[in-house]
């Protein structure tokens, strides 16, 4: 699904316009709730914003946004490098919470795919509904858990 939706993103003549007059900008992260749509972010190292297109029935360009200020450097993603699959990343998420997390009850399931450390990544969180989450690191090249945690959202 991410790679057809980032296709179907960069054929877009209104994003074609777009991208022809900010050439600065780059593809940062893509992001997807369960029931929604997916999401593709656009950042620029030169003004530092961020720019949002929301790919529904219709593409949705979301005006400049200013991005949390961090020391660490936000990179390119490069769709090539998702290998492995949304399903195959959410599966493996889950297996890992029915195993280290069993009295968890998942209420809903959201991720980022990015750059985190050099590799690209499903950032994956899944919110319980007693307001816990899990977050998942999975390599998006090899399907590997990289890591886990569980805390309690008001930490999160």
């Given at each position: ?10 054929a ?76 195959d ?9 029915e ?51 569980a ?6």
């Amino acid at each position: 699904m991410f790679h057809k939706k980032i296709k179907e993103l960069l054929a877009d003549e209104g994003f074609k316009d777009w991208i022809s007059e900010h050439k600065d900008f780059f593809l940062a992260h893509a992001f997807f709730m369960e029931g929604g749509d997916w999401q593709f972010g656009f950042y620029s190292p030169v003004s530092e914003k961020m720019v949002t297109f929301k790919c529904g029935d219709k593409i949705v360009r979301s005006k400049e946004e200013d991005i949390l200020k961090s020391d660490k450097v936000i990179s390119k993603l490069d769709p090539d490098k998702v290998v492995i699959s949304f399903d195959d990343a959410l599966a493996e998420a889950s297996k890992v919470a029915e195993r280290e997390y069993p009295s968890l009850v998942v209420s809903k399931r959201f991720l980022v795919i990015q750059v985190i450390d050099d590799t690209v990544v499903f950032n994956i969180t899944f919110l319980a509904q007693n307001f816990n989450t899990i977050n998942f690191r999975i390599d998006a090249k090899t399907g590997k858990v990289l890591r886990h945690s569980a805390q309690a959202l008001a930490s999160f």
